[in-house]
């Protein structure tokens, strides 16, 4: 402040405030924590899926996808928002309680309703294995009510480590669970009592390290206040489960339990590729347009310049996803073979199609960045509503024609999320598409050549009789390695400027 220089023994520090060198070791520390936790949780599940999809048959898995769906919709009402209104208000005791109490009032109702679901399969429709998995799919909620109030308390309280451990080895028990119900013949209702081994594990060790316990009361304007925060959290959870688990209700209503199985394990492989893609491009936008939203030019001005950003992360993004989600669709049937087996090999096409659908729904991860750093965010609700509405809505009108026509209409819904994205990246945040356009096109390029290396590779596989693991791991390596070197002709010989290039000598 009174122009003196800065000391040179810590040229760095000076920039950052006093607190967050103190803290700045516990942040790395909560935050690599979490993430770990959050690595694990995704391994346990992803192995949950694989040997349950290998184990159980199409019919009985596309049960238990179907009945999960259902449930997860009442575990969405019955979580309610309570942890976020525990993290976002400073709560004293008497508040906590309050939150716990309607926390287990939301689990306890919620039970019975899906109790009632089991009762109704059972006397009614005379199915009582059905209903049995449904009465145990309903020992979730009460559980689950009550574990996002502790996590939401874990996280105001800062004990972030405590509950990434606590998370870590509730996966494990599940996991564990599981299996050994699946080698002792439970089948399918092996994978339910892992995840509620899971939830108990979680919940009852969050009691122990939060050293809390709700004590039953509720006040009207306190309750009043809650729902009300509730109800913004629950319509947004919504729409996602909609959008999320549409396509297996649909299709396991109007075309059979099989079916259904095989479209869920479809989408399941399809979100373990887009999971790894789609998190660290959300965390990269944020990070890259936070840089470029306010740039200090030489006469110490800020400009803004997110828009340039974008297009250059757009082009980047596009030309490593797409030929991801591409070759993931050429190989699809020997992945499914090498996976689950060839009782599965009904799913492949479904990968391919699918794989397109998630190409078309990449762009979007840009968007909310990209709006919120240009202060245009307001645009984003209605996106998702319509986007959402497209998708259930084709779902709903397809289903009945059979699930490979489903999985078309999703591409039909994601070339509307595409066409929105675009309209609101252009118009408010500055993306030139045009640029983008243009520059895939030479991507495109790339990736036929991949294509036609893949495509032969198989064809020759085949003629020599080798495994379908060798067939795979050839077509892999070297359909990314003509892909790559693709790209680098098209700049090196034609001087092409390739900004996947570009943006790695950057």
Not at 278 to 303: C, H, Q, Y
Request: proline share 4%.
């Amino acid at each position: 402040m009174d122009g003196s220089p800065l000391p040179p023994s810590s040229p760095g520090r000076s920039r950052l405030p006093p607190w967050l060198h103190l803290r700045l070791p516990s942040v790395i520390g909560d935050g690599a924590s979490t993430l770990c936790s959050k690595i694990v949780s995704q391994v346990v599940q992803l192995l949950v899926f694989l040997v349950a999809a290998r184990v159980l048959e199409s019919a009985e898995f596309g049960l238990y996808a179907y009945s999960s769906a259902i449930m997860i919709l009442l575990v969405v009402v019955a979580e309610g928002g309570w942890g976020e209104f525990v993290m976002k208000t400073e709560c004293s005791e008497h508040e906590l309680d309050q939150i716990g109490t309607i926390s287990i009032i939301s689990g306890v109702l919620v039970t019975m309703v899906g109790l009632g679901i089991a009762a109704t399969v059972w006397l009614v429709f005379h199915q009582t294995w059905e209903a049995m998995l449904l009465g145990l799919f309903s020992c979730w909620f009460l559980p689950s009510s009550l574990s996002v109030v502790y996590d939401g308390l874990l996280v105001a309280r800062g004990l972030l480590r405590k509950q990434a451990a606590i998370r870590i080895a509730a996966e494990v028990t599940g996991l564990c669970v599981t299996i050994l119900g699946l080698w002792i013949g439970w089948n399918v209702f092996s994978i339910v009592a892992g995840r509620l081994a899971t939830q108990l594990v979680g919940l009852f060790a969050s009691a122990i390290v939060a050293r809390w316990v709700p004590r039953l009361r509720l006040t009207w304007p306190f309750a009043r206040e809650i729902l009300e925060f509730s109800r913004h959290i629950l319509a947004n959870r919504l729409i996602i489960f909609l959008r999320s688990y549409s396509g297996t209700l649909a299709i396991g209503s109007f075309l059979g339990l099989t079916e259904a199985g095989y479209y869920r394990v479809a989408e399941r492989i399809i979100a373990a590729f887009s999971e790894l893609i789609g998190e660290p491009a959300r965390m990269l936008a944020w990070t890259l347009f936070r840089r470029a939203a306010v740039k200090i030019d030489a006469n110490g001005r800020a400009s803004r310049d997110v828009g340039a950003s974008a297009t250059t992360f757009m082009i980047v993004l596009m030309a490593a996803s797409a030929p991801i989600y591409l070759g993931l669709s050429l190989i699809s049937s020997g992945l499914i073979y090498v996976v689950l087996g060839e009782k599965w090999a009904p799913a492949a096409i479904l990968v391919t199609i699918l794989s397109v659908k998630q190409v078309l729904l990449t762009p979007g991860y840009v968007t909310e960045p990209l709006l919120s750093l240009t202060g245009n965010i307001r645009h984003m609700p209605m996106a998702l509503l319509l986007n959402g509405a497209a998708s259930v809505g084709l779902i709903v009108i397809f289903a009945p024609f059979g699930v490979e026509i489903t999985a078309w209409g999703q591409c039909l819904a994601s070339l509307i999320s595409f066409a929105v994205s675009m309209h609101l990246q252009r118009n408010y945040g500055g993306l030139a598409w045009s640029r983008v356009i243009r520059n895939c096109a030479y991507v495109a390029v790339a990736i036929a050549a991949m294509a036609a290396t893949v495509y032969l590779l198989g064809y020759l596989a085949q003629a020599s009789a080798l495994r379908h693991l060798s067939t795979l791991a050839i077509q892999v390596v070297f359909g990314g390695t003509i892909y790559v070197l693709t790209l680098a002709i098209l700049q090196k010989v034609m001087g092409i400027p390739i900004p996947i290039f570009v943006a790695g000598r950057g």
